[in-house]
């Protein structure tokens, strides 16, 4: 046996063994605790003003990150609008979150093109780190409180059915 699996066994003896899962423990608990709750924004919106996530607030909150000129993101936003225009006037706040703030000077021209409603907010460079983002499209659904409901990252056609369908469950709205 080599010295570095040696090693590595020697990690796993029973004296580390309890430290090794308390440590797992806490870094599971933490990973839990943290996916709960959003965390709160406040960002610049196409106006010049700003626009927090308390004033979007309504049942539920639906926050979209995206970028004008992601793919999947063009994929998503049109039946983004539909939901958005569905049911926002049964409780349903929605927020598109731009987040390459190199693109923010094509958004005037691309929500104009694309006819969105869907309020836009400009998060800057440390959104991607801040919302632990690994792909855009990203929907996160979260409650009045700012519970987690769900989260969906990428997108492709048919995905917009189960979002939908969290979206009805967290507005109490029955099939």
Same mark, same amino acid.
């Given at each position: 046996?080599?010295?570095?699996?040696?090693?590595?066994? &020697? !990690?796993? =003896?029973?004296?580390? /063994?309890?430290? @090794?899962?308390?440590?797992?423990?806490? +870094?599971? $608990?933490?990973?839990?605790?943290?996916?709960?709750?959003?965390?709160?924004?406040?960002?610049?919106?196409?106006?010049?003003?700003?626009? &927090? !996530?308390? =004033?979007?607030?309504? /049942?539920?909150? @639906?926050?979209?990150?995206?970028?004008? +000129?992601? $793919?999947?993101?063009?994929?998503?936003?049109?039946?983004?609008?539909?939901?958005?225009?569905?049911?926002?006037?049964?409780?349903?706040?929605?927020?598109?979150?731009?987040?390459?703030?190199?693109?923010?000077?094509?958004?005037?021209?691309?929500?104009? $093109?694309?006819?969105?409603?869907?309020?836009?907010?400009?998060?800057?460079?440390?959104?991607?780190?801040?919302?632990?983002?690994?792909?855009?499209?990203?929907?996160?659904?979260?409650?009045?409180?700012?519970?987690?409901?769900?989260?969906?990252?990428?997108?492709?056609?048919?995905?917009?059915?189960?979002?939908?369908?969290?979206?009805?469950?967290?507005?109490?709205?029955?099939?």
């Amino acid at each position: 046996m080599d010295r570095d699996r040696r090693r590595l066994l &020697s !990690l796993a =003896s029973p004296p580390w /063994r309890w430290w @090794l899962a308390l440590a797992l423990a806490v +870094t599971v $608990a933490h990973s839990v605790a943290a996916e709960k709750r959003f965390k709160p924004f406040t960002f610049k919106n196409l106006d010049g003003g700003r626009t &927090s !996530l308390t =004033s979007l607030q309504g /049942r539920a909150t @639906l926050i979209i990150f995206f970028f004008p +000129t992601c $793919a999947f993101c063009n994929v998503a936003l049109p039946e983004m609008q539909k939901l958005y225009v569905t049911y926002k006037d049964r409780g349903l706040s929605v927020v598109c979150v731009n987040v390459v703030p190199e693109e923010e000077r094509l958004i005037e021209g691309w929500r104009t $093109a694309h006819a969105y409603t869907i309020p836009i907010v400009l998060g800057g460079h440390s959104v991607q780190d801040d919302y632990d983002l690994t792909m855009t499209p990203t929907h996160v659904l979260i409650d009045a409180e700012g519970k987690v409901l769900s989260r969906h990252s990428g997108f492709t056609r048919g995905d917009e059915a189960a979002i939908e369908r969290e979206i009805r469950r967290a507005l109490g709205i029955g099939d």
